[in-house]
């Protein structure tokens, strides 16, 4: 058993401690702090265990503090206090109601903008006093300047920024035209080329957004440039002139005047971002004002009409969805060929598919899953159109968004989680046994392989840097699957194999293979997860198969859940990969869980691997926030009603039996149990699964 740390001790311990010592039982202390009775004794032995000494006396019908507890107690006790007594003060703080909330905001934001988000905005910060203030378009948050304004608003990305920045929306910019122009007569989309700047009036922050780009840079310097929104309403309807400005102004300028507006084809979108301080209290409550600008980008308080979103498909729609999985990724199955196995089910029912009143779910496609030797190779085959959706391991993800991100737009989506690890502890270093390699700093130069692409992968990687140390200069770094590596570690042909527990375990039944000791890498304890992405284009021209394949999906996390021996001896069938190996993976002692909820966490990791290995392996900076997109999710899961904000909060070790609600699930889950006799959702979880296969 590991010796408990420093790091492990938490003020819970001191808490649980003198609970015992006050109720004089472990029961009553259980009851006080609604704990399990065994819970408080497993915080009580650990805290004892740390310390090496005994700390309660245990002597029947007499529980109470050692002279040691006693000491211990005495001299934390006020620590303990102090820590709720401020936890208190910064949550009424935090509430802040009545207490004024400073916006800054460039003047074209505030004045058009912002008016039609105020709402959002109030019902995001309730009891807040918003005041607004203007700034410059190219103003960043500084120390000097944390004291002017709690949020900004401004068109600017500030991913390389020290605060924290998203992108809330994106705007088409627009040609304004005051008068008859003969060259637009027939055009209802117009190319910057198309037209005559001399006729053009820009005001000053859209004249700063169109300079970024070099090419119109020399174009636009000798255009006329006003400071101000109306004034450059008014001259150009004096002087029958043209002007550029974003599509949230459209409503505005029609109102007020005669115009024609024309979306231009090749400038970049308009965008606008928010910045939040660093380390500040609003960082909350913005994340829930991000999340309403992504759930819905017309109204807080419904969702949209589902009929008229998916009924607007494009004539393009297709009838294949191809998926592309990393060979020998467990992590990836269940979202993979699990999924597949529920919708060819369904496909295969005699059920009414039209179970919802607002959604038919389109079953009239082919799933096809494609495997691939690496995640970089399934990144280079979306980007030439050839796969849908790819579900990859977080280094693959960030290669992904970095690949993808084109300035202001996607072309990819990450839309849901396959599977994750929240402990970070299911990687292993594999040796020979013969290898002088002890500790990580014995790692360097030597000739190190690994899954390309996968967590193990990432792993390496943030390990080396953890000891200021580089892969691609203090190592040979291989790509090499297990059965490879194992021929490799035989003849000695690398050093070391980094790889997930469940085959590190496999490697290590050869007696010439050893593990390094866990705790050289007790330190690294960074989460991994396997996220799903998908192209934008297809999400856009075939939403419904997009809502069919995370509905299957979420059945197929169900299915698994409620009978893992079963399921995985099913999945092994048509992969590579042993039952004992997929139940091992997913056994609970080694924190991998399936849940495809895109948790806060997932995006603070995802936002701290980006910065980290900026420049790195294929990463670059993107715009994490607006890459991530859990509509489609949440509409499944209100399909399904389950609650969607619970999940996500939430890291259960198992789904509860009331993961779907009764009704709704029953009349879904029929096809399975009744025509493939699977269990009742209440059955022993250890009954058989599947019986036969139909």
């Known amino acids: 058993m590991n010796k408990i740390k ?42 004892e265990d740390y310390f090496g000494v005994i700390l309660l006396n245990r002597s029947p019908g007499s529980i109470c503090l050692t002279n040691k507890g006693r000491k211990l107690i005495s001299q934390t006790l006020n620590v303990v206090e102090t820590v709720e007594n401020l936890q208190e003060e910064f949550q009424a703080t935090f509430s802040a109601e009545g207490e004024d909330l400073i916006l800054g905001a460039t003047s074209l934001i505030l004045e058009v903008w912002l008016k039609q988000y105020l709402q959002r905005f109030q019902l995001c910060f309730p009891g807040r006093n918003l005041k607004e203030i203007t700034v410059k378009n190219n103003r960043f948050f500084s120390n000097s300047q944390l004291l002017e304004m709690d949020l900004l608003l401004n068109s600017c990305a500030g991913y390389k920024e020290e605060h924290h920045c998203t992108r809330l929306k994106t705007h088409k910019m627009l040609l304004v035209s005051f008068g008859a122009s003969k060259y637009l007569n027939e055009h209802s989309l117009v190319k910057i080329n198309d037209i005559d700047l001399t006729d053009i009036v820009l005001l000053d922050e859209v004249h700063q957004e169109l300079s970024k780009n070099e090419f119109l840079m020399n174009k636009l310097s000798g255009v006329q440039v006003l400071h101000s929104y109306q004034d450059v309403l008014k001259y150009a309807d004096k002087n029958q002139k043209l002007t550029i400005l974003p599509d949230f102004c459209q409503a505005d300028i029609i109102s007020q005047y005669q115009v024609l507006t024309f979306p231009i084809q090749d400038i970049n979108e308009y965008g606008i971002y928010l910045h939040v301080p660093r380390f500040s209290e609003l960082l909350i409550s913005a994340e829930s004002l991000v999340r309403s600008f992504r759930l819905d980008p017309d109204n807080l308080e419904s969702l949209p009409n589902v009929n008229l979103f998916l009924g607007s498909c494009s004539p393009k729609e297709e009838n294949v969805l191809r998926i592309g999985i990393q060979r020998d990724s467990i992590g990836q199955f269940i979202a993979g060929y699990g999924t597949k196995y529920i919708s060819d089910l369904q496909k295969a029912s005699s059920l009414e598919q039209a179970m919802f009143k607002n959604i038919e779910i389109n079953r009239d496609f082919e799933l096809q899953i494609l495997p691939f030797a690496s995640g970089e190779q399934m990144n280079r085959q979306m980007k030439r159109g050839e796969l849908d959706i790819c579900i990859l391991d977080d280094i693959s993800l960030l290669n992904n968004g970095s690949q993808f991100f084109d300035d202001l737009s996607f072309g990819s989506k990450l839309i849901g989680i396959a599977s994750y690890n929240i402990l970070g502890q299911d990687i292993n270093i594999v040796l020979h046994k013969d290898s002088s390699i002890n500790t990580v700093q014995d790692l360097k130069g030597k000739r190190i392989s690994t899954l390309f692409g996968s967590n193990a992968h990432r792993f390496i990687i943030t390990l080396f840097d953890l000891y200021d140390l580089d892969v691609s200069k203090d190592c040979r770094l291989v790509n090499e699957d297990p059965r490879k590596a194992s021929k490799s570690l035989a003849n000695k042909t690398i050093d070391a194999y980094v790889c997930c527990h469940t085959f590190a375990s496999i490697l290590e039944a050869y007696t010439f293979v050893r593990k390094l000791p866990l705790s050289q890498t007790i330190s690294l304890r960074i989460p991994s997860i396997r996220g799903i992405v998908c192209r934008s284009q297809f999400i856009k021209e075939n939403p419904k198969i997009v809502v069919a394949y995370l509905h299957d999906l979420v059945v197929a996390n169900y299915w698994f859940n409620s009978s893992p021996i079963n399921a995985a001896d099913l999945l092994t069938k048509v992969i590579d990969v042993r039952t004992t190996q997929v139940n091992q993976f997913f056994n609970p002692v080694f924190g991998n869980r399936i849940d495809p909820t895109l948790k806060p966490q997932w995006s603070w990791l995802l936002k701290t691997l980006n910065r980290r290995l900026e420049g790195k392996y294929g990463i670059s900076l993107f715009d994490l926030d607006f890459w991530i997109d859990d509509y489609f999710l949440r509409l499944v899961y209100n399909l399904l009603n389950i609650d969607y904000h619970f999940h996500q909060v939430s890291f259960a070790s198992e789904f509860s039996s009331s993961y779907f609600v009764e009704e709704q699930f029953s009349r879904h889950i029929k096809v399975l149990y009744d025509k493939y006799n699977l269990p009742l959702p209440n059955e022993d979880s250890n009954h058989t699964a599947i019986s036969s296969l139909g």
């Open 6 to 47: 420093l790091e492990d001790i938490t003020l819970n311990h001191l808490k649980i401690l003198k609970a015992v010592d006050d109720c004089g039982s472990f029961s009553k202390a259980a009851q006080k702090l609604g704990y399990s009775q065994a819970l408080i004794s497993k915080k009580v032995k650990q805290i």
